[in-house]
């Protein structure tokens, strides 16, 4: 095994180095990081190989370009509908490639998808912060953005010919609206702003980062402009500001602020909820707690299925054709 | 006290313990954090403790929002006032912020009084928010207390002692700020120590020690901080 060096030809804005992310520092004023969308991101490392956690490359809607400088090193590359291009091949999100040295890799905006990840067989070698290279954007602390000109070292590089091609994707159970649990501050709106929360369609805006997403819609009224006293904020907490405007915070979301929160998104409807973009409509739909922790054991069962599933290597060219010859009985020329 | 529960999506519970900020709501946030620390709940993940309440954040797949509540109302019961003394903190300050006349005017206050008056204040961490190692630090004379600014200003660099109302806070980051710029310090908030990455700890008592510009610039230089 040796050490593979990928070269950032071009990186858009929000494209940076994630891990699992750092829990357990939000009292300090820390969120966790990690991918927006933790369902590819989980899946890119599993089809790949690697153990949970392991840090690669976050890609946002500006895309990235890479170069490998040394190598061999194979890559998953999963998340959305991303166009991706090497050796003049194209292909889509959802495939395992391996580069070798003079290779080029494209990943670019597509169909669909805010975010694409890059899974890499090898160690990126960052300095962490408070044990994790997650990138935590407003700060740059940890791994950080990818900028132009930069090399990144992979230790311990290998080839994993056995799970090269496509990765399958994930088809998890999921009903239209998003589910949410009401409050804590949903009793500072009027009814009408409550009721509208849930009847009416929002619409994604172009506000939309690591922070949050800002959505539009009918303005949700507080009886009366009241500040709270700062408060804990999580990863899903719509705040809703003066002029009532919701907003959705995210993976980098400040930990507490003053914005009432009229409620707050179950945690496993935010890897579809970031995929979404500037112009997508939306609508919520209001759970109890217990239909939200139900919810969540649900989607982590059938997440843990679908891993363990992609997670199964595929064999060598060499093996697939052998099995392949076996079943149908014949050779190929 | 009287607490009230919320439920917080499917993985967190807060717990509030009144709606206006005071020493009493924010004390029982203190030793309810303290208690939880000591005794943590199984499937508990971390706390965030801030004026009036405190997170409690879960794993959904080990424990739900009540047995969480279940938890705290037995720590709850058995709960000791903390006693107001966390660990003293020495933070080191330079006078020389672009806002310490404006604090002057709007106080009516010579500039030395309006120092020996932030000199004088009795700190407590009172939360950390907005941003990593942004600690709201309460206990801001009324004499020296001003609003904040109508509008942010820019590029606000690290290390920037800022007050705005009764609270004061050491910048950690260069960001934009509505709040007036009394001076710079060279003490690391974010302390690159692995056992101790934050200097304050909620519900420490801080103490400001005035230095010159000059050792300002040393300290800052020697420590390669802002």
Known sequence: MADAVLSVSFAGPLVSIQDGGRTGHMRYGVSASGPMDRLSFDAANAALGNPQGHAGIEVSLGGVILKCESGPVSLAIAGGAFLVDYNGISCGSWTIITLRKGDRLTIRAGASGSWAYIAMSGGLQVDPWLNSKATH?????????????????????????????????????ATSALSVVMGPQDARFTNAAVRQFTNATFKVTDAYDRMGMRLSGPGLALHSALSIPSEPIVRGSVQVSGDGVPTILLADHQTTGGYPKIATVVSVELDRLVQMRSGEMLRFRSVTAEDAIAQTRQYAAQKSAYLSKVAIPRGTFAQRLMRENLVHGFLPD | MQARFTSVADHALLVTFADEIGDDAHAAVLSLDCALAEDPPHGM???????????????????????????????????????????????????????????????????????????????????????????????????????????????????????????????????????????????????????????????????FERITPDQCDRAQDGAGHG
Request: net charge negative; proline share 9%.
């Open chain 1, 137 to 173: 954007t407003i700060s740059g602390f940890g791994g950080g953005a990818l900028r132009a000109g930069q090399k990144l070292v992979l230790h311990d590089a290998v080839v994993r010919e056995d799970r090269e091609g496509e990765i399958a994707k994930p088809n998890l159970h």
């Open chain 2, 45 to 207: 993940i971390e706390m965030v403790p801030a004026l009036v309440n405190i997170l409690i954040d879960f794993d959904p797949l080990q424990t739900d929002h009540g047995k969480i509540q279940a938890e705290v109302k037995m720590r709850l019961e058995n709960l000791t006032p903390m006693p107001a003394t966390g660990a003293t903190r020495c933070v080191q300050i330079c006078y020389d912020g672009p806002d310490l006349d404006v604090v002057a005017q709007a106080t009516g206050l010579p500039p030395d009084a309006v120092i020996n008056a932030h000199l004088a204040g009795d700190y407590q961490a009172l939360m950390y928010g907005f941003a990593p190692g942004y600690a709201y630090l309460a206990g801001v004379p009324d004499a020296i207390q001003v609003p904040r600014k109508p509008s942010a200003v820019r590029d606000v660099p690290a290390g920037s002692v800022i007050i705005a109302g009764p609270q004061c806070l050491v910048t950690t980051l260069k960001m934009p700020t509505g709040w007036s710029i009394l001076g710079r310090s060279p003490t690391p908030i974010l302390t690159g120590d692995q056992d101790r990455p934050f200097l304050f700890s909620v519900g420490d008592r801080i103490v």
